[in-house]
């Protein structure tokens, strides 16, 4: 059995040899909460020794995230500093490594002003644009994970005691990214050719659509002609492999941009960046949504669909068995990086141009003529269970099954 400590060690090991995979001499940018200060100089730590000449950390805290939004009048929200936008550029164009560790109270802006939470994210949407363009391409290595805080894990396990909640969290994560196995490091070499495998797979079948139907949901998903599926890990634009996401159990593509139709229900609640979202439902036509409805958070849906034109329609499809490790654990992160790799999922905004072929060379002019949308957003939001069937559509109107009751067919 490995102690605590030795987890923890090996977890920041992981996200830096085999996440970002870090290069002698390269700068680790790190986007971290203050809550996990102690596992991010671990992770720093490890980074050196992996031959990192600089880690940069980039430090946020919920309390003066939620006090600003609290306290700061509504212009303050309409700006972002450019200088920041430019730094990130400017690192990423000197080769940079990005990790970002993940771990908002679900229920951090309950409350706020949504007018403000919707200018800010337009504004840092716009500002990061160039930013963003370059992690969707995989011009650098990035990677998000998670570490515990102690709201997110009150609101995951809160029948625990107070003093027991943050130390289930960190179980539940040792076990969702493999860390509970005897070599993490070759669990990982395994599982990424798995799913690298089933994306070639998936890419060689050349669906024309994809037809979803569960309760609440018939939805058709027509795929761009030289769409790629994705899956695991792959290679920066130096030929570094990387893996985006831990844990990750997806494979995934781009939707024409234009192509989707039907209605679609999620199946697992959305916390898009401090509220929650849940029992919702989208009506698509011609790819954009013209109706939708939520049981919970209906005005911050809104705003999320009205971020930009690219808000409404879907910038990814990714497929997980319902059987899938963190589905099984049983329980509910309220984080996406964790949901999603529980639940077949689709995102609102933009799409990964690596989903095309030669994508990553591409403008976005050519991604928009490729088929993609784009989006200063990219929001993943769960919609798989164990009643969901889904069928591939050849070209010329045949189709077969992909999954059936929720797992591979
Ligand atoms: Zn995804
Ligand atoms: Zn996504």
């Avoid at 009048?73 to 400017?90: H, N």
């Avoid at 509910?332 to 989903?355: P, V």
């Avoid at 050519?366 to 269970?385: Q, R």
Wanted: glycine share 8%; net charge negative; aromatic share 8%.
């Amino acid at each position: 059995m490995k102690g605590f400590e030795e987890k923890l060690d090996q977890y920041a090991e992981l996200a830096v040899k085999v996440g970002v995979n870090i290069q002698e001499g390269q700068t680790l940018v790190l986007n971290a909460p203050i809550d996990a200060v102690d596992f991010v100089r671990r992770t720093a730590r490890k980074a050196y020794e992996a031959g990192a000449h600089n880690v940069h950390v980039e430090w946020n805290d919920d309390v003066l995230a939620r006090m600003k939004y609290d306290e700061a009048p509504l212009e303050t929200f309409k700006k972002f500093p450019e200088w920041k936008a430019r730094g990130f550029e400017q690192l990423a164009e000197e080769g940079a490594a990005f990790m970002t560790i993940k771990s908002t109270d679900p229920d951090l802006l309950q409350g706020v002003d949504g007018e403000k939470i919707s200018e800010a994210n337009k504004a840092s949407g716009q500002a990061m644009n160039t930013f963003r363009s370059y992690i969707q391409s995989d011009k650098v290595s990035w990677l998000v994970i998670s570490a515990p805080s102690d709201a997110w894990a009150a609101k995951v396990f809160p029948d625990e005691p107070a003093e027991k909640q943050v130390e289930k969290l960190w179980e539940a994560i040792f076990e969702a990214v493999r860390i509970n196995e005897a070599d993490p490091v070759q669990a990982w070499k395994e599982h990424d050719e798995l799913l690298q495998s089933k994306a070639r797979e998936l890419t060689d079948k050349g669906y024309k659509k994809l037809h979803y139907r569960a309760p609440g949901t018939d939805l058709t998903i027509e795929l761009p002609d030289q769409h790629v599926w994705m899956g695991g890990g792959g290679p920066s634009k130096d030929g570094v492999h990387f893996v985006a996401n831990m844990p990750t159990e997806e494979v995934f593509t781009a939707p024409q941009a234009d192509g989707v139709h039907g209605t679609v229900t999620n199946t697992k609640p959305l916390n898009y960046g401090g509220n929650i979202i849940d029992d919702f439902q989208l009506t698509f036509e011609n790819g954009s949504v013209v109706d939708f409805s939520a049981g919970q958070g209906e005005e911050t849906l809104k705003n999320l669909l009205d971020t930009d034109n690219g808000a409404r329609r879907l910038g990814e499809v990714a497929l997980v068995p319902h059987s899938s490790p963190i589905s099984q654990s049983g329980t509910l992160f309220y984080n996406t990086l964790y949901d999603e790799n529980a639940s077949n999922h689709i995102a609102l905004g933009s799409a990964y141009a690596t989903c095309v072929k030669g994508g990553a060379d591409m403008t976005s002019e050519e991604l928009k003529e490729a088929g993609l949308n784009i989006s200063i957003t990219h929001v993943d939001f769960m919609i798989g269970s164990e009643n969901m069937d889904i069928d591939g559509v050849y070209e010329d109107g045949t189709s077969e099954p992909v999954f059936r009751n929720g797992e591979w067919a």
